[in-house]
Nanobody
Framework: QVQLVESGGGLVQAGGSLRLSCAAS????????MGWFRQAPGKEREFVAA????????YYADLVKGRFTISRDNAKNTVYLQMNSLKPEDTAVYYC???????????????WGQGTQVTVSS
């Protein structure tokens, strides 16, 4: 079992930056791939970024490539999402997820956090 708690969301102006954190419980954190997803009102949950257990491979949705960076610190059981050049369309609840597979689909992840709200004003 892995429990995930996101933090770092908030209100930011367009062009600004935020760093999300996801703290995981459990001693097996380093064996999981981690992903960030987001869900805007009335829309389906969508993939944002993923990172392998070692941090050696990352993958991004086209919409955030070049603006967002995913990273992890296995010693701290934490995964991060650095978000730069934020746009109003990035407004959503952001979720972190853990899974044994490295992928971009919702069903590939087994554990989910409760989400943190990110609001980007124009």
């Amino acid at each position: 079992q892995v429990q995930l708690v996101e933090s770092g969301g908030g209100l930011v102006q367009a062009g600004g930056s935020l760093r999300l954190s996801c703290a995981a419980s459990g001693r097996t954190f380093s064996s999981y791939s981690m992903g960030w997803f987001r869900q805007a009102p009335g829309k389906e949950r969508e993939f944002v970024a993923a990172i392998t257990w070692s941090g050696g491979t990352t993958y991004y949705a086209d919409l955030v490539k070049g603006r967002f960076t995913i990273s992890r610190d296995n010693a701290k059981n934490t995964v991060y999402l650095q978000m730069n050049s934020l746009k109003p369309e990035d407004t959503a609840v952001y979720y972190c997820a853990a899974g044994v597979r490295f992928g971009w689909r919702v069903y590939e992840y087994d554990y989910w956090g409760q989400g943190t709200q990110v609001t980007v004003s124009s």
